[in-house]
Nanobody
Framework: VQLQACGGGLVQAGESLRLSCAAS????????MGWFRQAVGKGREFVAA???????RHAESVKERFAISRDNAKNTAYLQMNSLRPEDTAVYYC?????????????????WGQGTEVTVSS
């Protein structure tokens, strides 16, 4: 299984980014997908998840601003991030898992991408 995350970058507060996570090696539609982030000096935290049945959950800190989605035909998950804030600055990781539970714990996920860096300036 390989996960390739991309779409990060340097933006100003209030701007938007869309992260993509392309998966290969397994039947994408049978996996739950998650986005996590890790800021410098902090632990990895849950951002959003989408189940194999397309149910979604978002962390309280990003609700109303971020939206996770998936396109099974393209084997890709997305994280649309709007109204970005400096506190959203982190490395964002996508992950894939088959546990019956799919949020918010890291241990529900088996495979991880390499991370894409998001920097939001004030």
């Amino acid at each position: 299984v390989q996960l390739q995350a991309c779409g990060g970058g340097l933006v100003q507060a209030g701007e938007s980014l869309r992260l993509s996570c392309a998966a290969s090696g397994r039947t994408f539609s049978t996996y739950n997908m998650g986005w996590f982030r890790q800021a410098v000096g902090k632990g990895r935290e849950f951002v959003a998840a989408i189940s194999r049945n397309s149910g979604t959950r978002h962390a309280e800190s990003v609700k109303e601003r971020f939206a996770i989605s998936r396109d099974n035909a393209k084997n890709t998950a997305y994280l649309q991030m709007n109204s970005l804030r400096p506190e959203d600055t982190a490395v964002y990781y996508c992950a894939e898992g088959q546990d019956r539970l799919w949020y918010p714990k890291i241990e529900y996920y088996d495979y991880w991408g390499q991370g894409t860096e998001v920097t939001v300036s004030s």
